[in-house]
């Protein structure tokens, strides 16, 4: 059962700006990744369901959260289907997180009270999403569409919150035109939890980035 309600996850969403995204099937490096982040200041995680046995790698990832990262709020990413959403809510999942609008998705996590954020391309998709009860749409692939699909979205529907993945990297021009263009969080993967850094186990510069990005959105935003 998810521990933080979908009004919490969207609050620290708001409020931190930024979601750090990950996946390895290797559970003590998971526990580095996650202790780095947290330590940064992030406190949301979208583990991403990718590989065999990922749910076992989350299972085992949240309960650390739980016992040593008290305020991370753990969500799943990459769910196409709601068989697997359901799997990973039965695990504690606090948000699901989609490519894609799935309807079937939507229903089985409102019966939980979960937070769902599905990928949409077009306004269509996002005034459907926010029909099904979708507090934050994910906008994906974020960098195929850009700040200026945000910013022409917000025009017309100064209501929709919006987060881009994909397309978005912790320099500041980068952050400075998606914020600009009035997102209420981004989604960071392999430009944050970099294929270097895990090689070298190098956690405290994964640390550094996290606090420097959560810097920088705060400045954008003030």
Known sequence: M?????????LKMKETGLVPLFY????????????ACYQGGARLLEFTNRGDFAHKVFDELHTYAIQELPELIMGVGSVTDAATASLYMQLGANFIV???????IALVCNRKKVMFSPGCGTLAEI???EELGVEVVKLFPG?????????????PC???????????SPDEDNLRGWFDAGV????????????QFLADRDFQSLENLVKQTLSTIQKIRS
């Open 98 to 104: 989609t490519p894609l609008l799935r309807e079937d």
């Open 184 to 195: 209420t969080c981004v989604g960071m993967g392999s430009k944050m939890i970099t294929k």
């Open 127 to 129: 005034a459907r999403a």
């Open 2 to 10: 998810a521990r933080f309600s979908r009004v919490d996850v969207y």
């Open 24 to 35: 390895h099937p290797d559970v003590e490096l998971g526990k580095e990744v996650l202790k």
């Open 158 to 168: 100064p209501w929709t919150n919006i987060m881009p993945t994909g397309g978005v």
């Open 143 to 155: 960098g195929t569409y850009g700040p200026g699909f945000v910013k022409a979205i917000k025009g």
